[in-house]
Nanobody, 114 residues
Framework: VQLVESRGGLVQAGGSLRLSCAAS????????MGWYRQAPGKQRELVAT???????NYADSVKGRFTVSRGNAENTVYLQMNSLKPEDTAVYYC?????????WGQGTQVTVSS
């Protein structure tokens, strides 16, 4: 499975940004897709995930601000980020899990200026 993420970017605090990720290869119908992030000097942490049946899970720090969704093509996942804060600055990684195996995208930088 290969994951290709859209480019992140630089945004002011309070702004919005949308990330997308497309998976290709041998995609199993039952899977989980989502996003993790890693800020400088910190461990990678979960941001949000969505199962193939549509169940979502969010980190407390992004609840009410971020929305994870699937595209019409089931192998696509989006992360709509609103009300961005400087502490959201990190490298964001797309994640895909199926058949007891996890896959990562290359990561994309999101920088929120104050």
């Amino acid at each position: 499975v290969q994951l290709v993420e859209s480019r992140g970017g630089l945004v002011q605090a309070g702004g919005s940004l949308r990330l997308s990720c497309a998976a290709s290869g041998s995609i199993y119908s039952i899977n989980v897709m989502g996003w993790y992030r890693q800020a400088p000097g910190k461990q990678r942490e979960l941001v949000a995930t969505i199962t193939s049946s549509g169940n979502t899970n969010y980190a407390d720090s992004v609840k009410g601000r971020f929305t994870v969704s699937r595209g019409n093509a089931e192998n696509t996942v989006y992360l709509q980020m609103n009300s961005l804060k400087p502490e959201d600055t990190a490298v964001y990684y797309c994640y895909h899990y199926q058949l007891d195996h996890g896959y990562w995208g290359q990561g994309t930088q999101v920088t929120v200026s104050s």
